[in-house]
């Protein structure tokens, strides 16, 4: 990933690794203060932040129709990610609540004893211009093979002209041919386009409108769709993570995240829940810089199925003494245009991770999501999902019983002891715990006595 050409940005991985030593444990005023010490944050993002971030109704009308208001989403930074050489602070919006603590865990085990590196292969998202009953396949074809050229550049001149600006743009087009399964023949014109540093979906879906109109002209077929496809095989992203030193025998802690692994690979059910926790890494930045995140699931799980079984998106394996993982899917993004311009939030976490292009922002989502599927695996094979994951889940719960600010310290480290003897939490014992201890105040009120510390800290 080339270096950002930020001034802001001139610190070395070791400030950084400094910076977010005990980062969960600060105020959220001394977070934000550390952010801009590491050139993440300026006084202004600050000052917005610390204000609420508000955001105009009239914003809204102008992103949706019927516009009421905002219904938001908890914001934070994933710390301690080195990702190709480059420390970064994460910008995740996301309600789920070890999500960011998961990422962080993981990214520091990982930057002390292993390594993130990234790629992007390949540069066209696809259109797709249906014909759904071709009258003459080999004229079609004739017609695409000998006018390809010619209907780029003027895709490209006309439409696209943009995107050719920026050094991208039409660049190819292909025939496919497919079985309706009841005697006829349908054909789809694949149109190839190099999206710079947009996602692209618009010009895309532009591009095969106007592309119809020569194509119906000079074939005499009629075109019943135009639609860009948000399965993007001409353009996938790779991440690979290297941890060292916890490979080696079967019962190794690399050979059981292996193993784990190895049972998404083989089994559909299992690789839905594995995949749905690569994007618990990947949707709360997309989120949070202001991109489609359902067109990159909709790309996501269409890429985890092409070989006819839906199958795990990453695939990590034992390499002598270290633990190895890939993630491979299309990841595709933006950082002009659209929402990640217009909303002040999404600005502010394009310019936390001090992103130069869309490539950039595609590959930091693809590490984070395997980042994230990682400690999945290794809580599953170690503690096990309950203590992993509702350990964090209990302030929720807390919350959600009524603890008040005081109550919630108390509440919270009873329902851990809870967890550690019982090994599962519910509200129900929150509630149960929060009826306890308001009860014992009462009883202490009316005998005059002070209040116990560990309950009013």
């Not at 780029?152 to 001149?157: D, G, L, P, S, V």
């Not at 001409?234 to 079967?250: L, P």
């Amino acid at each position: 990933m080339a270096k950002s050409t930020d001034p802001r940005r001139e610190i070395d991985s070791e400030q950084v690794k400094e910076l977010f030593a005990g980062f969960s444990k600060l105020s959220r005023k001394e977070r934000l203060q550390r952010l801009k010490e590491m050139g993440a944050l300026e006084s202004a993002d600050i000052d917005y932040i610390l204000e609420g971030a508000p955001l105009s109704l009239e914003l809204a009308e102008h992103f949706i129709e019927n516009a009421i208001g905002y219904f938001q989403i908890p914001m934070g930074v994933a710390a301690n990610f080195v990702i190709d050489g480059r420390a970064l602070a994460i910008p995740m919006a996301v309600e789920e609540t070890s999500i960011v603590a998961a990422a962080s865990k993981t990214a520091k085990w990982i930057r002390d004893n292993g390594e993130i590196k990234t790629q992007i292969v390949g540069r066209d998202i696809i259109g797709q211009i249906q014909i759904a009953k071709v009258k003459d396949f080999a004229r079609l074809q004739t017609f695409l093979v000998a006018e390809k050229k010619n209907l780029i550049e003027a895709a490209n001149r006309d439409v696209a002209h943009g995107l050719k600006a920026r050094g991208g743009g039409v660049n190819d087009i292909q025939l496919r041919s497919i079985d309706r399964g009841d005697g006829m023949q349908m054909a789809v014109v694949h149109v190839y386009a190099d999206p710079v540093d947009a996602m692209g979906a618009n010009i895309m879906n532009q591009v095969c409108e106007y592309l119809k109109r020569p194509i119906e002209a000079a074939t005499e077929e009629t075109v019943t769709m135009c639609i860009l496809s948000n399965l993007v095989d001409s353009k996938v992203t790779r991440a690979r993570v290297v941890v060292r030193g916890v490979g080696g025998d079967e019962n190794s802690l690399g050979a059981r995240i292996a193993e784990a692994s190895l049972f998404a690979q083989k089994d559909s059910y299992r690789a839905a829940t594995n995949n749905k926790g690569v994007l618990n890494g990947i949707d709360p930045i997309l989120i949070a810089t202001g991109n489609d995140w359902r067109a990159v699931e909709a790309g996501v799980h269409s890429y985890a199925a092409r070989n006819g079984r839906y199958e795990s998106i990453t695939r990590w394996h034992v390499s002598g003494p270290d633990l190895v993982g890939e993630f491979e899917a299309p990841v595709i993004v933006g950082v002009v245009g659209g929402v990640t311009k217009l909303h002040p939030m999404a600005r502010i976490a394009l310019n936390i991770l001090g992103v130069n292009s869309a490539d950039e922002l595609s590959r930091i989502c693809a590490a984070v999501g395997l980042v994230q599927n990682l400690g999945a695996l290794r809580a599953l094979t170690t503690v096990g999902i309950i203590e992993g994951h509702m350990k964090l889940h209990i302030r929720n719960l807390t919350l959600g019983a009524g603890a008040t600010e005081k109550e919630i310290p108390y509440v919270q480290r009873r329902l851990e002891e809870i967890l550690a003897l019982t090994k599962r939490i519910s509200l129900s014992h929150a509630v149960e715990v929060l009826r306890e201890l308001r009860s014992e105040r009462v009883v202490i009120k009316n005998t005059s006595a002070e209040l116990p510390t560990e309950v009013n800290p």
